[in-house]
C-alpha cells in the first residue's frame, strides 16, 4: 500500500507495513544486532568488582612495562650504609623534599637506628637524571619519573633491605618478574587444556578413555616434590632466571589438566547439539566443526579461565621464591623480596618488608575479580 505513513517504531527506528524495522540514519543499531563480545562487554561493564579488577590489572602492567621509568633507582643501585633505613616523608614546605638520616650504634648490640633529621633536606624533583637504561629495551634514556635531584642521596619512600636497596624501586622492577613470568607458562598449558579436552570431548570412545587416563596420570604427580627435582635437574650454568622460566615451562607441561577437564565437558554437552549436527550434515570435517562451531561457543569461558590461571602462577612464583626454591637473587620479584621477611626479630624493626606481600595480594585480587566478572559476563544464562 503506498499511501500509508510509517509507524513509529523503536528509538532510532521506523517500522514500514512491507518489512521489520529499520535503522534510521546516524541512529543506533538495533539492540538484537549487537555481536556476542559485544554483550559481554556490557554485561561486565556493569560489574564494579571487575572493572575495578580491570583497571589495578591495566596498571600493573603499565608499571612493569615502564619499571625502569618509574622507579626512581634501578636494580643494582644500593647504599650499604642505610641498612633499615625506615620510609620517608615527601614534603611541599618550600618545595618537595624528605628529611635525612642520623644514625647512632647501640655500643652493646652495634645495632644501628635511624632517625629523621629535619635539619637535613634532599631536594626531590620529576623527571631528573639518574642512572642509564633502555627505554622499552631498545631508547637509551636515564631520565626517571620522580627521584632525588642530588645524585647518591638517600630517598627511601618506603624504607631500605638489609643491603640498602630501595624498596619502593625493588617491588616496581618486581613488577615486571611476577606480573609476567608465568605467562608463557599459563600461554601452553592453555594451549594444551584446550586441545587435547577439546579432542576428548569430541570424539569420545577410546580416545576420551586414553585422554583421561593421561590426564589422571599428570594430576598425580605431587607439584612441590617436582620443583625440587627440577631445580635440582637444570644445568648449574643457567641464570636463576633462565632456571625458572625452565621449570615454569616444563610445569606448564603438566598444569593443564584442570582446563581440560573443563573444556571436555563443554564439548560433551555440545556435541549434540543442532547447530552441530547441521555442520556435521553439511560436510564440515572434524577440524571445522571444533575450530569453526564448538570452540568460538565456549571462547568467552576459556578467555575467564586463562585470565584466572594468571594470578595462580603469580602465587606460585611468590610462594616457591620464598621458600628458596624459584627465583633468586640479583633477579628481582615480589617473592624474592619477601624472603627478608622470614625473620620475625626482622619485622619487628622493619615492618615495611611486609609491602611486597600487599602488591601480591593486591593483584592477585584484581586478577581474580576482573576472571570472575568476566566468567559472569560470558554465561548466556545468568541474569
Known amino acids: 500500500m503506498t499511501g500509508l505513513a510509517a509507524a513509529p517504531g523503536a528509538a532510532g527506528t521506523t517500522q514500514t507495513p512491507e518489512g521489520p524495522p529499520t535503522e534510521k540514519k546516524g541512529g543506533a543499531p538495533p539492540r538484537d544486532s549487537a555481536s556476542q563480545w559485544r554483550l559481554v562487554w556490557r554485561r561486565f561493564r556493569r560489574h564494579r568488582l571487575a572493572m575495578l579488577g580491570l583497571a589495578v590489572t591495566a596498571a600493573l602492567y603499565l608499571v612493569a612495562i615502564f619499571a625502569d621509568f618509574l622507579a626512581p633507582f634501578g636494580t643494582e643501585h644500593f647504599d650499604e650504609d642505610y641498612p633499615y633505613a625506615p620510609p620517608q616523608t615527601i614534603q611541599f614546605d618550600g618545595g618537595l623534599h624528605v628529611d635525612g638520616y642520623t644514625t647512632a650504634v647501640d655500643n652493646e648490640t652495634y645495632e644501628q637506628t635511624f632517625t629523621t633529621d629535619p635539619s637535613q633536606r634532599i631536594p626531590v624533583g620529576f623527571f631528573v637524571r639518574g642512572e642509564e637504561y633502555r627505554l622499552l629495551g631498545l631508547i637509551p634514556w636515564d631520565r626517571h619519573l620522580f627521584g632525588p635531584t642530588e645524585p647518591g642521596a638517600p630517598m627511601y619512600l618506603l624504607g631500605a633491605d638489609r643491603t640498602g636497596h630501595d624498596l619502593l624501586s625493588q617491588l616496581i622492577h618486581g613488577t615486571r618478574v611476577s606480573m609476567t613470568i608465568g605467562l608463557i607458562g599459563v600461554v601452553v598449558a592453555f594451549v594444551l587444556g584446550v586441545v587435547l579436552g577439546g579432542l576428548s570431548g569430541y570424539l569420545a570412545g577410546r580416545a576420551d578413555t586414553v585422554i583421561q587416563r593421561v590426564v589422571e596420570f599428570f594430576m598425580s604427580l605431587p607439584s612441590l616434590p617436582l620443583w625440587l627435582g627440577l631445580a635440582a635437574a637444570l644445568p648449574p650454568e643457567w641464570g636463576p632466571l633462565q632456571r625458572y622460566f625452565a621449570i615454569s615451562v616444563v610445569l606448564a607441561l603438566i598444569g593443564w589438566t584442570h582446563l581440560a577437564r573443563e573444556v571436555r565437558g563443554r564439548f560433551l554437552a555440545l556435541r549434540e547439539e543442532q547447530f552441530v549436527t547441521a555442520a556435521r550434515l553439511d560436510g564440515c570435517g572434524r577440524r571445522r566443526v571444533i575450530l569453526g562451531h564448538m570452540l568460538?561457543?565456549?571462547?568467552?569461558?576459556?578467555?575467564?579461565?586463562?585470565?584466572?590461571?594468571?594470578?595462580?602462577?603469580?602465587?606460585?612464583?611468590?610462594?616457591?621464591?620464598?621458600?628458596?626454591?624459584?627465583?633468586?637473587?640479583?633477579?628481582?620479584?615480589?617473592?624474592?623480596?619477601?624472603?627478608?621477611?622470614?625473620?620475625?626479630?626482622?619485622?619487628?624493626?622493619?615492618?615495611?618488608?611486609?609491602?611486597?606481600?600487599?602488591?601480591?595480594?593486591?593483584?592477585?585480587?584484581?586478577?581474580?575479580?576482573a576472571g570472575d566478572g568476566l566468567r559472569d559476563a560470558a554465561d548466556p544464562y545468568r541474569r
Open 296 to 369: 568460538p561457543s565456549v571462547s568467552s569461558h576459556l578467555i575467564a579461565q586463562l585470565s584466572l590461571s594468571v594470578p595462580a602462577m603469580i602465587l606460585a612464583e611468590t610462594a616457591l621464591s620464598f621458600l628458596g626454591l624459584g627465583l633468586q637473587a640479583p633477579v628481582v620479584s615480589w617473592g624474592v623480596l619477601l624472603q627478608d621477611a622470614q625473620n620475625v626479630r626482622v619485622l619487628e624493626t622493619a615492618p615495611w618488608l611486609m609491602i611486597p606481600g600487599l602488591a601480591v595480594v593486591v593483584a592477585v585480587l584484581a586478577l581474580n575479580f
